[in-house]
């Protein structure tokens, strides 16, 4: 069931250091959210930010509220575990366990949620491949090692992992970033296919990219050395490409800076 995020007032520490600033954003249900932006204004520590992963770094920490449905997923008493099962993320470089196979990457979450059926398991792991589009090509050696597959495979093999706990979010930091250009045009094509059925927020350097699979784009932007990341304008897609409010974002856009 996919679901909607709010950032309100969200301000983003590492330690003393002020990473991001006051972004407040809508991330609609069923959408493709792109995260654009010159390296280092605070794109993917927003991202990190909205499953919790970003506390994983010591001293880090976060002010304001991110909603998920109307939920704080910082309120008190909230586990940050569960958080990650609901909003699940895909990193840059495809990770999966090499020496594990195939179907024990892709339900790997299942078996340490305590699902031991191998009935409910085997249904899930063909369900999650159809669903990352490489059942047809890994079917017939499931149980060889993960670690065997191309690096555009692989990455599909960590989407297909990310959707077998049926998250209501999907996060993607720079996922086509180690792709070529066959394998990205496949993660795409994917990514179009997934938002039936998931909210999906991604990380990208690629602008085209952007444009291509995203219907709302966010634009972060530092204001200068030592300052805060900013979250600058956020629109639909079509929009900020075509006619931004912003002129920094009409900038980069542009290819004038970053």
């Known amino acids: 069931m996919a679901k909607r995020l709010d950032l309100k007032d969200v301000n983003i520490y590492y330690g003393k250091f002020h990473a991001v600033a006051d972004v407040v954003l809508a991330v609609p249900p069923r959408s493709v959210t792109s995260f654009i932006g010159p390296s280092g204004c605070g794109k993917s520590t927003v991202l990190r930010s909205l499953n919790r992963m970003h506390e994983v770094t010591p001293g880090a920490h976060l002010e304001g509220s991110v909603l998920l449905d109307g939920e704080d997923i910082y309120a008190g008493g909230v586990d940050p575990v569960s958080v990650r099962q609901t909003i699940g993320m895909v990193f840059q470089r495809p990770n999966p366990f090499p020496t594990m196979s195939i179907r024990n ?59 077998a706990v049926q998250p209501d979010v999907l996060l993607m930091d720079e ?8 394998s ?22 690629n602008m085209q990219q952007a444009a291509r699979v995203s219907d709302q784009t966010a634009f972060f932007n530092l204001a200068g050395v030592g300052q805060p990341g900013r979250l600058v304008e956020v629109g639909a897609t079509e929009t900020i490409f075509s006619n931004p409010v912003e002129k920094a974002t009409e900038d980069y856009i542009s290819g004038r800076f970053g």
């Open 175 to 182: 996922p086509c970033s180690a792709l070529d250009p066959i």
């Open 184 to 205: 990205t045009l496949a993660i795409e094509d994917l990514i179009t296919e997934l938002k039936k059925d998931f909210t999906i927020v991604i990380v990208t350097h």
């Open 105 to 163: 990457n892709v339900v790997a979450g299942l078996r340490l949620a305590g699902v031991k059926g191998k009935k409910k398991l085997d249904e899930t792991a063909e369900r999650s491949l159809r669903g990352a589009n490489l059942w047809t090509e890994v079917k017939d050696r499931l149980d060889k090692p993960g670690g065997g597959l191309s690096g555009g495979q692989q990455q599909r093999l960590c989407i297909a992992r990310a959707i």
